[in-house]
């Protein structure tokens, strides 16, 4: 560092994060090799909300870098695609890749020093694992869903959960479009057979899928999708839903999981791990099903009552089943589908006409690679401006831009307990100083402060980052400049 810098006071550490002031004074004081005001363009520039490249006008969005770059640690696990690695490294950031997801014990450890983690839908995210992330300030689930994550836990910590809620239907939609036509032509057993040697051509209770029901349970994403991929084959679509959602096509909404149940030739589930969808295919939804019906689930595994699966299709009331989740799934690859991981996995295996993938329903490369872009973005964007769109537990906040010319302005942002009387404590703390702009929006308990302070020095960035650190209603601050 150069002895220009000497004089310049430096920000206790936030969440771990060494934060001098000396970023928005000269470049020539920065520590970092990377994250330089003076050329913002070696740096990855993070879209606009809009997804569309910043502008490359003279005065342009100035990128906010609070840090030094490389003291921002990133664990990302479950083999996180190279297009999101390669996105959060070009910013910068020390990037940790490992493949698969770690054991509680592994996890805890690892979690202590990171800011930013990045996971799928295997690495559980408990409030046990959480209250050890001391320094971390955002998980990336670079997935769909979210219930591996404890939500509340996060969001009660400043702890924002980001991730990607459609990125990766479309490759669920054709999963399911496949497993159809494979369960009705029992394409699995033949081609089993046939790996083994044994030519067995038949046709009986072979059937084409034309003029056939299919019922979806949960039409959100997943479910639509496939409803017109379904239509298209000449499928009939009926779907049960909690939400009174308009029908794609000629599909139909029927009130009940019963009316769906008895009219339906196949069953797919496409809602989310919740209380309420825990077994909800069990001995009585079986009993509800047509004779010779099928049943497919690619949402999560706790929505089928396996053992009941396996009773129903042992005494042949269900024809065919295809599976892509299960209640316990393992971290990486490797030959653990046994009974050790689920007590009933070798009775699955043995059955006829049963398709058991592992968990691939949103593994293509289209979906993976979107994923890793549009949630590296998403941390990119937290990290460097605090902007909150897209995240599932804070309220969505954004902010215009500071822009290049605004070099001595600074972001602060505020998560706390959403209590009476805060925002006049804060507008007492960033009352002496300009505020170009603010916004506050909360989500329960919690919420999210944003204000654009301009003309501020690096001690009095300092002041007011620890005047709104001692207020009691705080649970993260973070200055940004
Ligand atoms: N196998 C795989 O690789 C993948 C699995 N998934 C799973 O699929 C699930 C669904 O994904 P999306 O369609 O994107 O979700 P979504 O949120 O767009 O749609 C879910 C639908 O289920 C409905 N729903 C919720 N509770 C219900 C209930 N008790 N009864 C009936 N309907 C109910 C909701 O109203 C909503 O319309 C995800 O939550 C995830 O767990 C998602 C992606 C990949
Ligand atoms: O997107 C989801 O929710 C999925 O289930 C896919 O999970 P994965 O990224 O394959 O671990």
Not at 20 to 46: D, F, W
Not at 130 to 156: M, P, S, W
Not at 264 to 275: K, R, S
Request: glycine share 8%; aromatic share 6%.
């Amino acid at each position: 560092m150069g002895s220009a810098a000497k004089d310049i006071p430096t920000v206790k550490t936030v969440n771990g994060l060494a934060r001098t002031l000396s970023n928005s004074l000269s470049v020539t004081t920065s520590t970092s090799p990377t994250a330089t005001y003076s050329n913002p363009n070696t740096l990855h520039s993070p879209s606009n909300f809009f997804g569309a490249p910043l502008s490359r006008t003279t005065t342009r969005p100035k990128i906010l870098k609070p840090f030094i770059a490389e003291d921002i640690k990133i664990l990302l696990l479950e083999n996180v695609n190279q297009s999101g690695q390669q996105l959060l490294r070009d910013q910068g950031y020390h990037v940790e890749a490992l493949k698969s997801s770690l054991p509680e014990a592994e996890l805890i450890e690892k979690i202590k020093d990171v800011h930013v983690i990045g996971i799928r839908s295997k690495t559980k995210l408990s409030e046990n694992v959480l209250r050890e992330a001391k320094h971390l300030i955002v998980v990336g689930c670079f997935c769909i869903g979210t219930n591996q994550v404890d939500l509340e836990y996060a969001a009660n910590h400043g702890i924002a959960v980001f991730n990607s809620p459609f990125a990766n239907s479309r490759s669920v939609a054709e999963l399911v479009i496949a497993e159809v036509i494979s369960l009705a032509r029992q394409l699995g057993d033949r081609s089993n057979e046939l790996h083994k040697g044994t030519w067995n051509k038949v046709s009986a209770k072979c059937w084409e899928i034309r003029g056939k029901t299919l019922g979806i349970i949960g039409y959100g994403h997943i479910g639509s999708q496939l409803s017109v991929l379904a239509e298209a084959m000449g499928m009939s679509v009926i779907y049960y839903d909690v939400l009174n959602l308009m029908a794609l096509g000629t599909a139909r909404q029927v009130p009940t999981l019963h009316a769906l149940l008895n009219q339906a030739d196949f069953v797919t589930c496409h809602v989310p791990e919740l209380p309420e969808t825990k077994n909800m295919i069990s001995v009585t939804q079986f009993e509800q099903m047509k004779e010779g019906s099928y049943l497919i689930n690619a949402s999560r595994g706790t929505v089928v009552d396996i053992p009941a699966l396996i009773n129903a299709m042992r005494n042949g009331k269900i024809a065919g089943a295809a599976l892509d989740v299960y209640p316990s799934e393992p971290g990486g690859n490797g030959d653990y589908f046994t009974n050790s991981l689920n007590a009933w996995a070798e009775d699955l295996r043995s059955l006829k006409n049963i398709i058991l993938t592992p968990h691939i329903g949103g593994s293509t490369e289209e979906a993976q690679r979107a994923i890793g872009v549009e949630v590296g973005d998403a941390l990119v964007r937290y990290v460097n401006s605090g902007v909150t769109l897209g995240a599932v537990n804070l309220p969505e906040v954004n902010l215009r831009s500071l822009m290049s010319d605004e070099q001595n302005h600074a972001r602060v942002i505020y998560i706390h307990h959403n209590v009476p009387g805060v925002l006049r404590k804060v507008n007492e703390i960033l009352g002496d100083h300009n505020v170009d702009k603010q916004i506050t929006d909360n989500k329960g308990d919690v919420a999210y402060l944003m204000a654009d302070v301009s003309d501020v020095s690096p001690t009095e960035i300092k002041e007011i980052f620890e005047s709104l650190e001692a207020l009691p209603s705080r649970i993260m601050t973070r200055v940004l400049y």
